[in-house]
């Protein structure tokens, strides 16, 4: 069965704090993993990553793949309170028609106090 | 605004009886996807449309279950003899053939089933 497993679940730092969120996979057919922030309904698209070792960079926000060991890190440095949301991990899995079917993890709650 | 449009943004009803849920995406987009979402669960796929086509569906999605998307445009997501298990954020989300891994999700319709 296809998995994605992120940690921790729950993270609470202060603002100017900087935080790593983890996730690891294991899925039959690789294509890609994801990086979405889900502030209130919908989530919002942040990295796609493909190839190990190469980080994609968005502002304070940073992210790692490592095909190998099948996890990515997702980091936030400096937080502010507007970073506040639930992070999901997703993995793509190559749909029928080359859709993007992807499976997600529960995501990590953050919360960044002022 | 042209992003994705979901259509009810929440819905009350009692076990047993069949609810419909409709989604606008946004408008050059050929690919549409049904996911749905549980308290503290990341999105689970449902289904995939490619234009009018449904190419791909969960095991998730029981005989109860029925979408369409008639003219490649809009999607409904029809449920049947609704059951308390099918409480659930019902998400729709589109994208562009270009597999860059970014879903634009709408906001959902939550469903809740007394």
């Known amino acids: 069965e296809d998995k994605v497993v992120q940690s921790p679940l729950s993270l609470v730092v202060h603002e100017g704090d900087t935080v790593t969120l983890n996730c690891s996979y294991e899925?039959?057919?690789?294509?890609?993993l994801l990086w979405y922030k889900q502030e209130k309904k919908a989530p919002t698209f942040l990295f796609m990553l493909?190839?190990?070792?190469i980080e994609k960079k968005s502002g304070r926000l940073s992210s790692i793949l490592d095909k190998k060991e099948l996890f990515s890190i997702l980091n936030i440095t400096a937080t502010q309170t507007g970073d506040s949301a639930v992070y999901l991990c997703a993995v793509d899995l190559n749909g029928q028609g080359g859709s993007e079917k992807l499976v997600f993890g529960k995501g990590t709650k953050l919360t960044v106090n002022p | 605004d042209t992003g994705v449009s979901q259509d009810p943004r929440h819905k009350i009803t009692k076990r047993g009886q069949n609810v419909t849920f409709r989604c606008d995406p946004i408008s050059e987009h050929n690919r549409l996807y049904w996911y749905r979402q549980t308290l503290g669960q990341g999105p689970e796929f449902l289904t995939y449309?490619?234009?009018?086509?449904?190419?791909?569906k969960s095991r998730l999605l029981s005989d109860r279950f029925s979408a369409e998307r008639p003219k490649g445009s809009f999607s409904t997501l029809e449920i049947q003899r609704t059951e308390q298990g099918d409480s659930a954020m019902y998400l729709c989300?589109?994208?562009?053939?270009?597999?860059?891994?970014?879903?634009?999700f709408g906001e959902g319709s939550r469903l809740t089933v007394l």
């Open positions: 899925v039959t057919n690789f294509r890609s």
């Open positions: 493909t190839s190990s070792g």
């Open positions: 989300a589109s994208s562009l053939p270009l597999n860059t891994g970014e879903l634009f």
């Open positions: 449309f490619q234009n009018e086509a449904q190419l791909e």
